[in-house]
Each structure stands twice: as structure tokens, then as C-alpha cells.
């Protein structure tokens, strides 16, 4: 098996919505995001997949130090391998895949969040800068681009802890900041035990409000001269945005229930705004 084929396969098993997009993609750039997507999945598994601290903790520093290898040429894992071309033909930085395991990283040290400030940086390490390393494989003219790309990560990110509140808390996990559960009455306990109350409902819709603002700000930040070429980014726009609305006619209901898009909905979410930006 090649590093490639490898990164095929990791993705693939992933079965997510990210790589839907990817089929649009010309080749090279097909690739290039096979192989990032492959090397997120590698570093989030660590922590969902291991229930010993010190083991998750001791691989993800192998990661650390597998980065620095990869920029020197010395990969030794398919995936840093197949990485090894894409990092130097679409200039990108090494601190950021370092930002991307502090992220998982964080994954490992808290379980809960005091407030947005903590949340948001947490956002951008695991999502918000896997957006700034996808714009760049996609390409760009404009460096407001980057912005876009930053927000939109966010977004998604946002959307994807909504999405899964009731997952996450079943694994004894709450994303959602503390501070907000307070001022809206709703307690730890009620999220944990899946309480679907109006004050839950409350929160939620504030939650969903304030994705749906990173949103509206990351599309209106994208320069019109570079739509074509993020097309990709605004494919997964279209699915998730429409798993948020999806979750907003009944926002309490997340802590029961896992809200998906059928995959022929997903595939002709993606098609139209491909060519809608064609």
C-alpha cells in the first residue's frame, strides 16, 4: 500500500461530509486534501481512541515530533510521507499542523469549557486552521481569502459541537461554555442527563445564532475573485449550514438525538453550489 493509498483509506472510513467535496477537486489538489484530511483523522483518533491519558499524550507528542520530521524530508508514517511533496508545492507552514495537535491536545487536558474566549481557541486549532491550510491547497488571489477561510472553520466547528452535545456528553464531555449554561439556568447535570427543557432550548438557539454569524461572516469576507477556486469550502458550507437550520426547528433535541443529511441530499447540496460558482 502507498502513503497515498493510505490516506485514501483512512478517509474513506471516516465516511464524513468533508470528503464529498473532495470528488470536485482536480487531482493534485484531490490529493493534497486526502492526505490533510488523512493526518487530522490520524491525530483525532489518538484522543478519541485512547482511554489512557499518558498513552494518548505520548503519541500525540510522537505526532509533534513526526511534523518536524516531515519538514525536514524524514517522514516515517504514510501519511507524513505522502504529505511530504503537498506541504513545499502549496507552502505550508509547520506551525500550523503543530496548532492542529494542540488542539487535540486540549481534547486530552479539559472536558469542559469556561466561556467562548476558551472555546474559540480551541475552535481554531482544530478546525479554524485546518480552513487556513485548505484554502491554500485550493488556491487564492486575495489574502482576504484567509479570513474567510478562518470563519468558516469556525463555523463549522461550532456547528459540529451543536451537532454533537449529546454524543459528547454521553462521554462525560460538555464543549459548550459554562458561563452560557449559567446565564441560560441550564446545569451541567441537565446536559449530561439529556433533559430537553426550555431553558436547554434557549441555549441552544443562542448557539445556533452564533454559528449562523460565523457564517454569514466568513461568505461575506470571501472575495468574489476567489469563489471558483473555494468552491470546495463553500460545498461544505452549503451541507453544514443546512444540518444547523436542520437542528433548528428543534435545538433541544440535540441531547437525544443526532441530526444527519441523507447522502443523496449532501451530493446535490454540494452540486449546486458547484455550479453556482462554476
Known sequence: ??????????????????????????????????????????????????????????????????????????????????????????????????????????????????????????CYRVASVVGLLSAQIFGFQHRKTLKYAHDLGMAFQLTNIIRDVGEDARRGRIYLPLDELAKAGVTEEDILQGHETEAVKTLMAFQIERAETFYDKALNELPKEDTKQQRTGLMMAAIYRTLLREIKAEPEKVLNHKTSLPPFRKFRLALHTYFKYA
Open 1 to 122: 500500500m502507498t502513503p497515498l493509498q493510505y490516506c485514501k483509506q483512512k478517509t474513506a472510513e471516516s465516511g464524513s461530509s468533508f470528503t464529498l467535496s473532495f470528488i470536485f477537486l482536480p487531482k493534485a489538489k484531490r490529493e493534497a486534501m486526502t492526505a490533510l484530511y488523512a493526518f487530522c483523522r490520524e491525530v483525532d483518533d489518538v484522543v478519541d481512541e485512547c482511554t489512557d491519558y499518558q498513552v494518548a499524550q505520548t503519541k500525540l507528542n510522537w505526532w509533534k515530533t513526526e511534523i518536524q520530521r516531515l519538514f525536514l524530508k524524514q517522514a516515517q508514517h504514510p501519511v507524513t510521507k505522502a504529505l511530504t511533496p503537498i506541504v513545499q508545492q502549496y507552502q505550508l507552514a509547520e506551525e500550523h499542523f503543530q496548532e492542529i495537535i494542540d488542539g487535540m491536545e486540549m481534547d486530552l487536558k479539559f472536558n469542559r469549557y469556561e466561556d467562548f474566549k476558551q472555546l474559540q481557541l480551541y
